[in-house]
């Protein structure tokens, strides 16, 4: 069974810092990808990054990196020069090598970016 | 980016009516899409993977005769919640798989809320 932990209920930045998302995950699959969704309060699920497990260089998509550490199970997710339009609900959430691309979600996390 | 819509993006019932929720994948053909729950500040729920021409996968504890799943074509699959109660207002979202750098990724639509009175 897979298994994806967000431990920050909620964040706070302020415009223009870096932020970091913590995503740690656990799995007994040898290949599998973990990606990162925005949900603004419109509710959309928005595709922000995909990082795949043999992928050797971290992902990197405009402002959006992923700090990917395989040792530690862990998927950072870093938004550099946070914008107020990046308030909103951050879900990390992975596959497995199962055919159908199946994810798993972590609870989420909550940031807010003040001026 | 591949697109999903969802119809109606809001609904309100009667209890004991049924409600159908619609997918479309707008500019990609989708062989398989999903289905999920969305409680208020809590994560998405998978609720049942939808494979076009044929019967919808179940996750465990949804009740298939509750939530009937149509996968009809390749770009549209229907959620009916059937005699519906007010436990099942909820958010309810629905993905399809796309291609994103070579990848499958999953593609939300902008979801359905439900509200039973």
């Known amino acids: 069974a897979q298994k994806i932990t967000q431990t920050q209920p909620g964040m706070f930045v302020q415009e223009k810092e870096a932020v970091t998302l913590d995503c740690t995950y656990d799995?007994?699959?040898?290949?599998?990808?973990l990606f990162w969704y925005k949900q603004p309060s419109s509710g959309e699920m928005i595709f922000l990054i995909y990082q795949g497990s043999y992928d050797q260089q971290n992902a990197t998509e405009g402002r959006y990196s992923l700090n990917f550490q395989k040792a530690r199970k862990s998927a950072n997710l870093v938004i550099s020069a946070s914008q107020l339009g990046d308030s909103a609900m951050y879900f990390c959430?992975?596959?497995?090598?199962?055919?159908?691309?199946?994810?798993?979600f972590g609870k989420g996390t909550m940031l807010l970016v003040s001026p | 980016g591949a697109v999903v819509s969802q119809h109606p993006s809001w609904v309100i019932c009667k209890s004991g009516t049924s409600v159908k929720i619609e997918c479309r994948s707008l500019?990609?053909?989708?062989?398989?899409m999903f289905w999920y729950r969305q409680f208020p500040k809590q994560s998405l729920m998978l609720m049942a993977t939808s494979n076009e021409g044929s019967k919808a996968t179940y996750e465990q504890g949804v009740e298939k005769d509750k939530f009937l799943i149509n996968h009809a074509s390749l770009t549209l699959s229907t959620l009916t919640v059937t005699s519906a109660h007010p436990e099942d207002s909820s958010f309810y979202i629905c993905s399809a798989i796309g291609l994103a750098a070579g990848v499958d990724t999953q593609y939300f639509g902008p979801g359905t809320r439900l509200t039973v009175l």
């Open positions: 500019d990609f053909q989708a062989t398989t």
């Open positions: 799995t007994s699959d040898p290949s599998y990808g």
């Open positions: 959430a992975m596959t497995g090598s199962s055919g159908y691309s199946t994810l798993t």
